[in-house]
């Protein structure tokens, strides 16, 4: 099995591979659209600003590769939102993938409980509905850090409460997408990864 992890302008990539090696799964990271479209299975990670990484993804066509990937492609964190149809962040337009909007977290207006933005830490995802999920992942703690969000819409595969119940997970045919980091989420994320390997 060939498992290509796409190699752009943002962070992250090396910790997913580390992840990968640790599940003894063997992969490449590479920008090279031979490559990621004779893959199995396609990794598209990131950590990183909106407007800037919709910018490179276009001047290096990496946005038209991504639509017209048949095979399972699972997006993280940055990935997931560039999945999505816009973006505060930079106000842009990104993939479409998913008809989503993705929004700013909003402090609440008493913030009693000192709650801050970015989240950053660990949180539980509810409500799962994905072939990445089994039931031993209900409820489970996963590691989050991010200062956007997508709300609660059609392709919601799991949800997470901060400030307000969100999209944490999605999900619309050969596409998949996590908000938190699988690969920094301990036993549980390599059960997610591993589930996405298998599908």
Same mark, same amino acid.
């Given at each position: 099995?060939?498992?290509?992890?796409?190699?752009?302008?943002?962070?992250?990539?090396? +910790? !997913?591979? #580390?992840?990968?090696?640790?599940?003894?799964?063997?992969?490449?990271?590479?920008?090279?659209?031979?490559?990621?479209?004779?893959?199995?299975?396609?990794?598209?990670?990131?950590?990183?600003?909106?407007?800037?990484?919709?910018?490179?993804?276009?001047?290096?066509?990496? /946005?038209?590769?991504?639509?017209?990937?048949?095979?399972?492609?699972?997006?993280?964190?940055?990935?997931?939102?560039?999945?999505?149809?816009? +973006?505060?962040?930079?106000? !842009? /337009?990104?993939?479409?993938?998913? /008809?989503?909007? !993705?929004?700013? #977290?909003?402090?609440?207006?008493?913030?009693?409980?000192?709650?801050?933005?970015?989240?950053?830490?660990?949180?539980?995802?509810?409500?799962?509905?994905?072939?990445?999920?089994? +039931?031993?992942?209900?409820?489970?703690?996963?590691?989050?850090?991010?200062?956007?969000?997508?709300?609660?819409?059609? /392709?919601?595969?799991?949800?997470?409460?901060?400030?307000?119940?969100?999209?944490?997970?999605?999900?619309?045919?050969? #596409?998949?997408?996590?908000?938190?980091?699988?690969?920094?989420?301990?036993? !549980?994320?390599?059960?997610?990864?591993?589930?996405?390997?298998?599908?």
């Amino acid at each position: 099995m060939k498992i290509a992890i796409i190699k752009y302008n943002a962070g992250n990539i090396q +910790s !997913v591979s #580390f992840a990968l090696d640790r599940l003894g799964v063997e992969h490449i990271i590479t920008s090279d659209p031979e490559e990621i479209k004779s893959a199995d299975k396609v990794i598209f990670p990131g950590v990183g600003e909106a407007s800037t990484t919709m910018k490179y993804l276009k001047e290096q066509k990496l /946005d038209e590769l991504i639509l017209s990937l048949k095979q399972p492609v699972l997006g993280i964190c940055l990935g997931m939102q560039l999945m999505c149809k816009h +973006s505060e962040e930079g106000n !842009v /337009d990104c993939l479409g993938i998913f /008809d989503e909007e !993705v929004k700013k #977290f909003q402090l609440p207006e008493n913030n009693t409980e000192n709650i801050k933005v970015p989240q950053m830490g660990w949180n539980t995802i509810g409500n799962t509905k994905s072939a990445l999920f089994d +039931s031993s992942i209900e409820d489970q703690f996963v590691y989050f850090v991010h200062s956007f969000y997508v709300a609660l819409g059609n /392709d919601t595969a799991a949800t997470t409460n901060y400030i307000l119940p969100y999209s944490s997970a999605l999900q619309k045919d050969n #596409f998949y997408a996590t908000q938190f980091h699988p690969e920094k989420s301990g036993d !549980v994320g390599s059960k997610i990864l591993a589930n996405f390997i298998k599908l």
